[in-house]
Nanobody
Framework: QVQLQESGPGLVKPSQTLSLSCTCSGGSIIMNYYYWNWIRQSPGKGLEWMGAIAYSGSTYYSPSLKSRTSISRDTIKNQFTLQLSSVTLEDTAVYYC????????????????WGQGTQVTVSS
């Protein structure tokens, strides 16, 4: 049974880099053929897919966030990491990590396991 847990600072100052880790248990992040995703939800808005890292290590990003988003992994710790640079107040959101198989058109499709989410507030 796959379980995902987000961790990291809940408060980030404007212009700094937001860093979160997602630790996976019950399954390997290098197992074929899953994608490991970051999604966020701002107050009053729907879910926004940010990007993912594949079982192979390949990365994929939302075009709107690509310029300041980086996803990496530590296969020994079985965790993957989100870095979002130059944050503003608009980046305040609940951040989720999730697993899914993707589909032919969308890496973030068909997400089947989710972390509980972690609140990140951007404030000075």
């Amino acid at each position: 049974q796959v379980q995902l847990q987000e961790s990291g600072p809940g408060l980030v100052k404007p212009s700094q880099t937001l860093s979160l880790s997602c630790t996976c248990s019950g399954g390997s992040i290098i197992m074929n053929y899953y994608y490991w995703n970051w999604i966020r939800q701002s107050p009053g808005k729907g879910l926004e897919w940010m990007g993912a890292i594949a079982y192979s290590g390949s990365t994929y990003y939302s075009p709107s966030l690509k310029s300041r988003t980086s996803i990496s992994r530590d296969t020994i710790k079985n965790q993957f990491t989100l870095q979002l640079s130059s944050v503003t107040l608009e980046d305040t959101a609940v951040y989720y990590c999730a697993r899914g198989p993707g589909n032919a058109y969308y890496v973030g499709a068909n997400l089947d396991y989710w972390g509980q989410g972690t609140q990140v507030t951007v404030s000075s």
